[in-house]
């Protein structure tokens, strides 16, 4: 039946209410209810559930209220077929269930020799009203055939309403920071807890089963949710072997041009190429099947280049004693010369890569299942200047970027009312760096200036590693690990209930490996010399000046650079090991149905988080509760009109984006040294003994720096309050879902959720901010002043999101169909990141980068948090986003279709808000900060500003987009062979808007006057505008063709 | 088959409120409405965007009146506005440092009211008024400096209009099926407009310029409204409930 065929494409993306409350995220739910003719419910009535997803029939049977349901199952398409004696049996088939749908099937049975063989309730199974968490369903033929953004995580996101994309281009789902979204394939977290994002695609596009975005989790089984949550669920294999073959094509030059693109510019031709592959079938059959995939991309190799300095780099050096710079420049003689290495050589750097994804499903017995799924893939640049700074071709070397994740899944049903799920997962990420020149063994770091060593920063140096990059001798790995089990019960008892009870462990680590090579040592050396005979270096030393600001020999830790003669060294003594943020969490979650009409559900769950640093130091730990409520009302009894009410207070937790900031690693303690190996001190003795010329291993032998020159003591100064919690949401929603005979539906959705407990960092030139840090090295360094940075949770950070959210499904008849989705909604509050990981104040100054409030001078000073962080419209508010797209399909032959998809697409600007700020009034401070805080290498005066945000909110430019694409599936004449394939064009009007149009207020430094900065103001509205990323994508297609069996 | 009069019958009343008891005369709807304006007055994007929530009342067998509670939004794209004449005694802002850059936009909160006939086959025509209020935004950045530098302004807001409209719309309505219908409406949208104008190199008001934050105000600084109307044909998608 075409209709039957057709009508999954678009009822495949399902609006959930508000998840499933007793679901894992990896399977669904089937219930319902059987009744006679006359309308009373058939107790005893066999429920037969059948699918290619399950190792055989499920069978159930209804209760005394004609009710029964079917949890764990897989994903997919399933048959339910019921018989009792003395009626005639029926069946629905072609139910499609995606992650967490928990989808309601009402059977009425017919006496025997009735002429109707097959009644079903009206509005059954177009929304289910026990889902309670809100968000949207991407089956694979949804994601295949809409123009999305992409077949994986970002297309679903960018589909579902109550998401945007945030300013750094990740996606945030109702306002909350890309922090606390969590992305899972087979129940395992994904994402890179410390860097915060994906890093590697995590599931083929054809081995996508499901997709389920979470806009709002109700139900308490999940934690760690103050924005929402992506779910995927790859295929499983299955008693049929099948499998695709695909080639992903697209070409640059496919491009339009847009007003970035310059009149001479030339696409490149090369077509690029990427094969997807995958495998599913039995092993053994009804026990064992597998699923395999792997991605195939040809190696890719590019020319790139060497830094190259300027000419002036032959620049004599300087240290301002004339016999010692006469005996610098003259160099060491015996055929030595200034070293430029290999400066400004081209090279060719490769670059490949393997993927590997598989899943293992085994059934012990039809009621017990086992999976176990993983992905492993690599990136490695050959050839490659990792440093950014290599001088010379035998530094360059290989790096690689590692991603692997295995979940292992157990499903079981224990007895009609009782089923139990357990997982264990992990993921992790290794980032592997190459160390330089092999003959240097990874020891340790040298950077050599090159040029003039004379005036400092003058732009005539050219500086990198020659030898040793030693970024990291040993990788640095980020991963999590992950347990929960859980024990479903669904007793009847005045109503049906559904009861889950578990717990959840999730573990997120980071191990940042070794910083500057084995030793931890990086060594600045002024210049160097190189004999082609010998082929030895020989390096420039004097000793590091008591007084360095007499002479020219300008160095500068902090940038990594040393502009003069005299070595130095930076030693790192920080700790190396592995940190951890831990969440243990109990929970219990009830969803009683009280009658057809009415839905009540509340749960409770308690986490217990934990901060742990390197050395096993306990950072921070707390206990936190989330609890929900919900409430719906059916008023027919058959949902098709939902009325739902949500609250909830989520707890979130401590995780390594966060505490990455305050974890130690080699680079958290530091103390520089200077070279003190000469016989003479510049400015006293002859040249001869101020200078020498000597080898590496004199260069970088650490007893020749025995001159303390500073330190830094990360340890101390991040001070976390005692009682530190992790920020928290509450939510509350109210939700009206109208569901449709023929699938269509509709659902409006308000929404108003708030930040709470948001952390605030503090710092100030007072007490008990300013402390004395010991020297960490011991090496006799006199102590210094350091300022400390508090966190704490604040109420004086503000966050709050509100919307109208809307979704539809219109199915126009058996090939046309249109869907979408439209969001107004508002974020504001004075925070602008919704936590502190990269936060800041509103239009604040965005290179402060983390929230600054210096709580004591400026209360003393009268002013407050708004002078410095005023609220308003925050960076990733999206006032309106709207989503809608046209499906037609058109049959192909007997089991063939071709799809063609059109979708618009509006996103509003982001808000930008004239920002100014100016020092505030020294003689207000009362006491002179600077002269009180001498030795803390930063000045109060250049610190304490006041910020004036509120000069009017802006927005920048709009988008639209129109895409489309088609997508066919042809079969073949032979062995269930189909054609399949897609091509598509985003942006087919090319619609290209500038997005970044305003600047900020600057001094104009001609007369001092503050002005307004406008970015490119004398090319603005012209058709060339230099730069880059000044103008949204132009129109590009891909295209992609392959078979599938 | 159906009469039409019947269609409009059966869309009006069979379905009118079905989950809150016994068929109330009312029908509840959901509206989401996409639009075309193409007048390039105030540069306002083509677009238009909207939702409403309505509710039908059928009066006899072929006429029902409609009541809707309705938010439209018309998004503005970002211009460079013109270089106003200098101030007497001024010389010309010198363009290659000067910029003015503005977007506009339009939204409003209003209360549809139409009437609908029964045509054939499906087809309605309706007919109304949209009455309620519109606001108009401009955000304005200037910077204008002449090339002798005796002057320099920079000037900027976000100043709104907000003003009672009243708007006729008519157009076609066709019964996709008893659960929703498509709307083709042609309307009359009124708005107020504001323009920001300044002239370059006018004395200054208020505000130091030497000091951050301090909104500086020029001598004949102000707002210019006009009245418009603005033509847009609208598509709407009806979810009945």
């Given amino acids: 039946m075409l209709r039957n065929r057709l009508f999954p494409i678009s ?16 399977s669904a739910i089937l219930h319902g209810v059987v009744k006679g003719q006359d309308g009373q419910a058939i107790p005893e009535a066999r429920i037969a559930l059948e699918s290619p997803a399950l190792f055989g029939p499920r069978i159930l049977f209804t209760n005394k209220n004609g009710e029964w349901r079917a949890p764990l199952l897989p994903i997919g398409s399933f048959k339910v077929t019921v018989t009792k004696e003395g009626f005639d049996s029926t069946h629905r088939s072609d139910i499609r269930v995606g992650i967490g749908s928990n989808v309601r099937i009402d059977l009425t049975l017919m006496p025997i020799k009735s002429a109707v063989v097959e009644v079903i309730s009206a509005h059954g199974a177009v929304i289910d009203k026990t889902q309670v968490n809100s968000g949207a369903n991407f089956s694979a033929e949804a994601m295949g055939e809409l123009p999305l953004v992409d077949r994986n995580f970002y297309g679903a996101l960018d589909m579902t309403a109550g998401t945007s994309s945030s300013i750094d281009g990740s996606y945030i789902i109702r306002g909350g920071a890309a922090t606390y979204t969590n992305f899972r394939v087979n129940g395992a977290e994904v994402k890179d807890d410390y860097a915060n994002g994906l890093g590697a695609t995590w599931a083929i596009d054809d081995n996508i089963e499901d997709a389920q975005v979470v806009t709002s989790q109700v139900n308490v089984r999940f934690g760690r949710a103050l924005g929402g949550a992506v779910n995927i669920v790859t295929k499983s294999g299955s008693n049929t072997f099948e499998g695709s073959l695909r080639v992903k094509l697209s070409r640059d030059d496919w491009k339009a041009r847009t007003p970035d693109t310059t009149a001479d510019a030339k696409w490149a031709d090369t077509l690029n190429r990427e094969y997807n592959v995958t495998l599913r079938g039995p092993i053994l059959k009804d026990r064992l099947w597998f699923a395999v995939g792997t991605i195939l991309k040809p190696n890719q190799a590019w020319s790139n280049s060497l830094g190259r300095f300027p000419d002036e780099a032959n620049a004599p050096m300087q240290t301002g004693v004339a016999g010692v710079d006469a005996l610098l420049n003259a160099g060491p003689g015996n055929g030595y010369q200034i070293a430029t290495f290999d400066n400004g050589k081209y090279y060719t750097e490769t670059f490949d890569s393997h993927y590997y994804e598989g899943k293992l499903t085994g059934a012990v017995t039809n009621d017990h299942i086992l999976e176990l799924s993983f992905v492993d893939q690599k990136q490695v640049y050959s050839n490659d200047d990792a440093s950014g700074q290599a001088l010379s071709l035998a530094s360059l070397g290989s790096r690689y970027n590692k991603y692997q994740m295995a979940s292992l899944n157990y499903k079981g049903i224990l007895s009609p009312m009782a089923f139990l799920e357990g997982r264990y997962t992990t993921s992790k990420t290794t980032w592997g760096q ?42 640095e790995v980020h991963g999590n690990v992950s347990a929960a089990l859980n024990l479903n019960l669904a007793p009847q008892a005045a109503g049906s209930h559904d009861i889950d009870l578990g717990f959840e462990y999730f573990d997120s680590y980071t191990d940042n490996g070794e910083d500057w090579g084995k030793r931890s040592l990086r060594f600045d050396v002024g210049g160097a010399y190189y004999n082609p005979q010998t082929r030895g270096y020989l390096f420039p030393t004097v000793n590091y000046p008591n007084n360095p600001s007499d002479y020219y020999v300008y160095h500068s830790p902090d940038d990594g650079h040393s502009y003069g003669a005299a070595p130095f060294v930076r030693q790192a003594l920080g700790p190396k090991g592995r940190a951890h943020c831990n969440q243990v969490g109990a929970y ?11 839905m009540v559900g509340a749960g409770l769950r308690i986490d217990t988080n934990k901060a742990t640093d390197v050395d096993g130091r306990t950072m921070a730990k707390s206990t936190d509760p989330t609890y929900s409520f919900i409430f719906r009302w059916d008023p027919k009894g058959d949902s098709t009109h939902l009325l739902t009410f949500t609250a909830a207070n989520n707890a979130g937790n401590f995780n390594q984006a966060l505490f990455g900031q305050f974890t130690g690693k080699k680079t958290t303690v530091e103390v520089d040294r200077g070279w003190s190996a000469n016989a003479a001190e510049l400015g006293a003795g002859a040249p001869g003994q101020v200078v020498r010329f000597v080898d590496y291993q004199t260069l970088v032998d650490l007893k020749n720096y025995n001159r303390v020159v500073s330190f830094v003591d990360q340890s101390t100064r991040n001070v976390l309050a005692s009682d530190l919690r992790p920020p928290r949401t509450q939510e509350f929603t109210l939700g009206y879902k109208r569901g449709y005979a023929d699938q269509s539906r509709v659902g409006v959705t308000l929404v108003y959720r708030q930040w709470l407990d948001m952390w605030a960092q503090r710092w100030d030139f007072a007490d008990p901010y300013v402390i004395t840090v010991q020297d ?49 909604s508002r974020l504001t509050g004075n925070n602008d990141d919704g936590d502190i990981a990269w936060g800041g104040w509103r239009n604040n100054d965005p290179t402060m980068g983390t929230i600054m409030w210096n709580p004591i001078v400026l209360k003393n000073m009268g002013l407050s948090p708004a002078d410095y962080g005023a609220s308003g419209t925050l960076a990733n508010n999206q006032s309106q986003k709207a989503r809608l797209a046209l499906l037609h399909v058109l049959p192909l032959g007997k089991n063939g279709r071709m799809t063609l998809a059109l979708m618009a697409s509006y996103d509003s600007g982001k808000p930008w808000s004239a920002r100014n700020y100016a020092a505030i009034d020294q003689t207000k401070w009362g006491t002179d900060l600077n002269a009180s805080y001498p030795n803390l290498g930063v000045s109060p005066d250049a610190v304490y500003r006041q910020y004036y945000s509120a000069l009017g909110a802006y927005t920048f430019n709009d988008t639209y987009n129109v895409d489309f694409k088609a997508t066919w599936d042809v079969p073949l004449s032979f062995a269930n062979v189909h054609f399949i394939g897609d091509a598509s064009i985003a942006n087919i009007f090319n619609v290209t808007m500038p997005f970044s149009t305003y600047g900020s207020f600057t001094n104009d430094s001609s007369n001092g006057r503050t002005q307004l900065f406008m970015k490119n103001p004398a090319y603005w509205g012209t058709s060339h505008v230099t730069g880059s990323s000044y103008y949204t994508a132009g129109r590009s297609a891909k295209f992609s063709c392959g078979f599938r069996f | ?47 238009l965007l909207g939702l409403g929530v309505s509710g039908d009342y059928a009066l006899g067998s072929s006429l029902a009146l409609r009541g809707e509670l309705a938010y439209f939004y018309t998004p503005g794209r970002t211009y460079r506005a013109d270089l106003q004449a200098p101030a007497s005694g001024q010389t010309a802002p010198d363009p290659l440092r000067s910029a003015d850059v503005r977007k506009n936009k339009l939204e409003g909160l209003v209360l549809r009211f139409s009437a609908i006939r029964a045509l054939s086959s499906g087809w309605s025509i309706q007919g109304g008024l949209q009455a309620g209020n519109s606001r108009f935004t401009q955000e304005y950045v200037g910077n204008t400096i002449n090339s002798s530098r005796s002057y320099q302004d920079t000037y900027n807001g976000v100043p709104t209009k907000s003003a009672l409209s009243l708007s006729p719309f008519a157009g076609l309505q066709y019964d996709v099926d008893r659960d929703g219908a498509l709307e083709l409406n042609l309307v009359g949208l009124s708005y107020k407009a504001i323009d920001f104008r300044h002239t370059p190199g006018a004395l200054l008001v208020s505000g130091d ?10 001598a004949g600084d102000h707002l210019e409204e006009q009245s418009r109307m603005r033509l847009a044909i609208e598509f709407s998608y009806r979810f009945r409930f």
């Avoid at chain 2, 409120?17 to 390039?40: C, H, W």
Wanted: charged share 15%; aromatic share 10%; proline share 9%.
């Fill in chain 2, 1 to 47: 088959m159906l009469r039409p009069i019947h269609r409009l019958t059966l869309a009006v009343s069979l379905f009118s409120l079905p989950a809150f008891g016994a068929e109330p005369p009312i029908q509840l709807g959901l509206v989401l409405r996409a639009g075309y304006s193409p007048a390039k007055q105030d540069n306002l994007n083509a677009s």
């Fill in chain 1, 588 to 598: 219990a979650n009830e969803t009683w149905t009280i009658n057809p009409n009415i």
């Fill in chain 1, 776 to 824: 960490p090295s011991r090496s006799g360094l006199p102590a210094m002043q350091d300022i400390t940075r508090r966190y704490d949770n604040s109420s004086d950070l503000q966050r709050e999101y509100k919307a109208v959210e809307v979704e539809f499904v219109k199915n126009l008849g058996p090939r046309w169909s249109v869907q979408g989705n439209y969001t107004y």
């Fill in chain 1, 11 to 26: 009822s495949s993306i399902l609006f959930l209410l508000v998840g499933a409350p007793v679901q894992a995220q990896e």
């Fill in chain 1, 434 to 475: 190459d160390t330089g020149d092999p003959a240097y063994g990874g020891q340790e770091g040298v950077y050599v200036q090159v040029g003039q060593a004379g005036a400092p920063d003058n732009g005539l140096q050219g500086f990198g590693l020659p030898f040793g990059f030693a970024l990291g001798a040993s990788p």
């Fill in chain 2, 209 to 218: 310029p030497a000091k951050p934050g301090s909104h500086l105000v020029y």
